[in-house]
């Protein structure tokens, strides 16, 4: 669990849901792939005060995070069953793909990175080694569900942290996953230390970054980084991350520098944005970003004090979280919500969905929840 509400699939029951929810999402005939994760170090301690990683590395974030307990090798071997498992009941339950989650600093993330990856065996070390993890669960994936299911592997451009995962690192990844055979390659970045994946924060001087004007100017947080990594691979591309304005989809995908557009705050508070886009109906995408901060100055998202800038990322995701709700709920959409209203909001739903996990465990005769 990265977070109490996750969906789990753990042999536990709950293959009916995940059918109805595969049928409620390809009913136009469209396709809806499933995103696998494991979250490794990332995981709040409402959840567990001492989850997996990699490396006895802690997050340093709010100090929402227990210091990890590091993984045998019968941890690791048993989370690339479960990524195998995973995509195979994905697959017979109706989804139409699976996306391996191998950025944003989750587990096989961590592992990718020297940061947090400091073992010295042969998951560590070498680049190589680090991304043997990811590399093994994409294979295990491919045969659980066969040649003709797509896979896809979501993976970080840089960490944007000193001393982390590089660019450069990142394109030799890229070269070996296009071995491995996958169907889409999606651009990201960051973790949650380094909140590059929530949008531009400002230059980060300890990490080199392309800087070209020509892509200084365009929205997306990504393309820059999916244009060197187009040439080391010739697989197709996805980036998702501040595309707002159709005119820039278009030119992006006409350009040849990425054969997918994601879009993902956008169809939080409109699902039908795409169905629009396509049809040429809108020419941008609903934005509330800007005025999602808790105050000006200090207190806002360019601020230099780290935990002023944690805060406003979590309250922003708080405040998605809360329209997400809404909608599946089939209330109005709360757009005039604060964002220090969504984080309190969110916080207490946290600790109460957490606090009902950890009852029903004790119900069904754990003797002692992690």
């Known amino acids: 669990l990265e977070r109490p509400g996750n969906v789990v699939i753990d042999q536990n029951g709950g293959l009916e849901a995940l059918q109805a929810w595969a049928r409620a999402g390809t009913e136009a005939g469209n396709h809806l792939w499933m995103q696998l994760s494991h979250p490794g170090r990332q995981c709040g301690r409402l959840v567990s005060a001492h989850p997996m990683a990699p490396s006895a590395v802690q997050l340093n974030m709010l100090g929402n995070f227990g210091r990890p307990r590091v993984m045998s090798e019968s941890d690791i071997q048993a989370v690339i069953a479960d990524f195998a498992r995973a995509a195979g009941i994905a697959r017979e339950t109706g989804f139409t793909g699976v996306q391996v989650h191998g950025a944003h600093g989750y587990l096989l993330s961590q592992f990718l990175s020297p940061v947090v990856n400091r073992r010295t065996d042969q998951w560590g070390g070498e680049l190589q080694n680090r991304a043997r993890l990811l590399l093994a669960s994409v294979r295990a994936v491919r045969a659980a569900v066969g040649p003709d299911f797509p896979v896809s592997v979501k993976l970080n451009s840089a960490d944007f942290q000193k001393g982390g995962f590089t660019l450069e690192e990142s394109q030799q990844v890229a070269r070996w996953l296009e071995e491995e055979g996958i169907d889409l390659l999606e651009i990201s970045g960051g973790t949650y230390e380094q909140l590059r994946l929530l949008g531009r924060t400002g230059r980060d001087d300890q990490v080199d970054e392309p800087q070209r004007e020509s892509t200084r100017q365009r929205e997306a947080y990504f393309l820059d980084y999916a244009q060197r990594i187009r040439a080391a691979v010739s697989l197709p591309l996805a980036v998702t991350g501040g595309f707002r304005q159709r005119a820039s989809m278009e030119q992006a995908v006409a350009s040849g520098e990425i054969d997918v557009v994601g879009l993902a705050r956008p169809l939080c508070t409109d699902p039908e944005t795409p169905w629009r886009l396509l049809e040429q109906r809108c020419e941008r995408t609903a934005e509330h970003e800007l005025r999602l901060r808790l105050g000006a100055g200090w207190l806002g998202p360019s601020s230099a004090n780290i935990i002023v800038k ?24 709360p757009l005039n919500l604060s964002l220090g209203r969504a984080l309190l909001a969110h916080l207490f739903s946290e600790f109460r969905l957490a606090m009902r996990r950890k009852g029903a465990m004790r119900a069904d005769g754990y003797a002692r929840v992690p």
Request: positive net charge.
């Open 310 to 333: 944690q805060l406003n990322a979590l309250g922003t995701v708080a405040w998605y979280y809360r329209q997400l709700l809404a909608m599946a709920d089939g209330r109005p959409l």
